[in-house]
């Protein structure tokens, strides 16, 4: 691998005071402001949420990208600078690059960022713009593409002899390389594959999917397009789209095939979550519908005539469409349409500027838009009927805006806490998440029931259990009697059922009468449940954790953050404790305090850091830092608390006592019982 040298973690972020929110043109003109049509379908709210203005007006912007609430915007430009600015325009911080930044992408919930440059560069940054590493490749960076949750770098490089697609984990560590022609496209699938579409020799090419290095499917496309969480994808091969679902193992399976429109060209293909809605457009028809929308099962939805070369981009749900263009006006004004998952324009404005690139916020909330004339405009986008505007003040906007509950360690009067164990937003680890009910001296059911309701919406969590089916639940001798409806047994998928299971095994281990766990079928025993012929004749044991040192770990799923508790497979020293907590926030955290000494003495825990772990909380911290930094310190406290005899900690800085800024809602001890991610 031609990888010449990486520095050391963490080194320090080179700002840029070259470009300012309020800068001008470098002729000290004023910016030419947007004309706006239709304002009012804002109901009240201005259309222009921000502005920012780059010094050059004829600098080329190369990457465009924004996360998934809007927050975050990330653009490299030819002043060989990349900048990241809030959702209101405001500049957040600036790196000048070796090199010119052609590639840029940042994660999903804006916590990370890499950067590719034209002389082999690679920068790996996080939310504040720290560089945590950067790698030199003997070639050029062609393609860049982060998975969603920005622990995964992937790289098309030009080298001498040939292309080579590398893939990295969020510590610069090589996982694999392969030889590849010229790409077109690159992207993250669901199951951590790598798929990219290669040029061929005709106007097709290749669609390839790899896993650690190994090609395991590929097929002849023009153009290809990968649903918001990558389970699905559709092809264009130049005479029918090709809609496949992606299986964890084995080929990609076809769900159907068809002509796009008649004899109409597709060039460019839009999939949204789950695979629900895909968007066909052909951008040089001249007259006739151009914009069509098939559900997942092919049908035909709707279409329309929207201006010829647009720019086009759609929200994760589908709720929000986007399409600018500049190309049916003589001088530099584009038009700008919103349009709904029903084809109808809810918004159109017209810019006085020839509009290059365009980015929308999977939330569909926040479009950015970067104009030929250097200004960058943030646009915020109608609330679709039903859904709760941004920030506002319902229950639902106060779950969106919420990144991490802390730690508990009061049960609600009059109320009971339940444990229920739901999936993350990839299905890859059951969250426990505390709920509170009323009291009931039927709390079995209750917790059974609420399972099967489901996690909160915005939760950034999945359900287990199909809603509004009935489980009944009964408690003899210490062991409990979980009925399963009839419905259930027709679940598809070991995967599906062992889900369903561990999660009610879990749910039910909270309570300590439960001493084991039966399962029936319609009040019978069964051997084999479902047509996978999974077994649940035996008598599950319960899941309780303690018997192994316990740690509780933070970890993300979608949008937001949990605690989640590991067993350890042995006894750990105190130290390895804390460094094991330390590598696992280190993805989520500003800075990496190095711990110099952990002392246990009789009734605290001493831990002194190096000056680094101040940064961790700035007195004018946003509401991340914040979250985030209550994450850390509820970890070390639960996972310390636990496995050592002290129940406090006291936190040195440079072998001074410290304690974080107000607004940072730190509780330094423990008390039981405690109750993490309460809802």
Not at 38 to 59: D, H, I, K, T, W
Not at 350 to 370: H, P, Q, T
Request: charged share 25%.
């Amino acid at each position: 691998m031609a990888i010449v040298f990486i520095t050391h973690l963490l080194i320090c972020c080179l700002f840029s005071c070259s470009c300012s929110p309020n800068s001008q043109s470098s002729s000290g003109e004023e910016p030419v402001e947007p004309l706006v049509a239709g304002q009012e379908a804002l109901q009240g709210e201005p259309l222009v949420r921000g502005r920012f203005s780059v010094p050059n007006p004829e600098m080329k912007i190369f990457a465009l990208s924004v996360s998934h609430n809007g927050d975050d915007i990330l653009f490299s430009s030819e002043a060989r600078t990349v900048s990241r600015l809030d959702g209101r325009g405001n500049l957040s911080w600036e790196i000048v690059t070796e090199g010119l930044p052609v590639c840029a992408a940042l994660a999903e919930d804006g916590l990370f960022a890499a950067v590719g440059t034209e002389q082999g560069k690679v920068y790996y940054l996080n939310s504040s713009g720290h560089i945590l590493w950067e790698i030199s490749f003997q070639g050029k960076i062609e393609h860049l593409a982060l998975n969603r949750r920005g622990d995964q770098l992937a790289l098309s490089v030009l080298e001498e002899e040939g292309y080579i697609l590398y893939c990295l984990d969020q510590w610069s560590s090589l996982l694999w390389e392969k030889d590849t022609g010229l790409l077109k496209e690159l992207y993250f699938t669901f199951g951590g594959e790598v798929c990219y579409l290669e040029e061929g020799n005709s106007d097709n090419g290749t669609i390839k999917i790899v896993r650690s290095g190994e090609l395991l499917w590929e097929k002849e496309a023009r153009l290809a397009a990968f649903s918001a969480e990558g389970k699905f994808f559709v092809l264009y091969n130049g005479e029918e789209l090709q809609y496949y679902r992606l299986n964890l193992s084995g080929s990609p399976e076809l769900k159907w095939s068809l002509p796009p429109c008649g004899e109409e060209e597709v060039n460019w293909l839009g999939l949204t979550e789950e695979g629900r809605y895909l968007l066909a457009y052909n951008g040089f028809t001249v007259g006739n519908n151009n914009l069509w929308a098939f559900n997942n099962d092919g049908l035909l939805l709707w279409k329309r005539r929207i201006p010829s070369g647009a720019l086009l981009d759609v929200s994760c749900t589908g709720e929000r469409i986007v399409a600018s263009s500049w190309q049916e006006y003589s001088e530099d004004v584009s038009k700008v349409m919103v349009l709904d998952n029903y084809g109808d324009v809810l918004q159109e404005v017209e810019m006085a500027s020839r509009i290059e690139k365009n980015a929308l916020s999977g939330d569909g909330s926040i479009l950015v838009l970067a104009g030929s004339d250097g200004n960058l405009f943030i646009l915020e986008i109608p609330v679709a009927k039903g859904l709760t505007a941004k920030n506002g003040n319902s229950e639902e906007g106060e779950q969106t805006k919420t990144l991490y509950r802390p730690v508990s360690f009061k049960k609600p009067e009059g109320e009971s806490y339940l444990t229920l164990y739901f999936f993350d937003e990839e299905a890859q680890e059951l969250i426990p998440v505390n709920r509170s009910v009323k009291a009931s001296p039927k709390l079995l059911q209750s917790a059974v029931n609420e399972l099967i309701k489901g996690p909160r919406s915005s939760s950034g969590l999945k359900r287990t259990i199909p809603k509004e089916v009935h489980i009944n639940v009964t408690e003899k001798e210490g062991l409990a009697y979980v009925d399963l409806p009839e419905e259930l047994d027709k679940l598809g998928g070991t995967t599906q059922v062992q889900s369903m299971v561990d999660s009610l095994v879990r749910t039910l281990s909270q309570f300590s009468s439960v001493q084991g766990i039966q399962f029936l079928l319609e009040g019978k025993k069964v051997s084999v449940f479902s047509g996978e012929g999974f077994m649940i004749d035996k008598v599950f044991s319960p899941h309780r954790l303690g018997k192994k040192p316990v740690l509780y770990l933070p970890y993300r799923s979608g949008d937001r953050y949990y605690l989640l508790p590991r067993e350890a497979d042995e006894l750990m020293k105190p130290v390895d404790l804390v460094n094991e907590i330390l590598r696992e926030s280190y993805p989520f955290l500003s800075a990496k305090p190095r711990l110099k000494e952990i002392r246990i003495e009789k009734k605290e825990i001493v831990l002194d850091w190096d000056a680094s772990f101040k940064e961790l909380f700035p007195s004018d911290g946003n509401p991340k830092e914040k979250a985030l930094a209550v994450l850390f310190t509820d970890a070390l406290l639960l996972t310390l608390g636990e496995n050592l005899p002290p129940d406090r900690l006291i936190f040195l800085v440079e072998g001074e006592v410290w304690t974080p800024p107000g607004g940072y809602n730190f509780s330094g001890e423990i008390s039981r019982p405690f109750f993490i991610n309460p809802e």
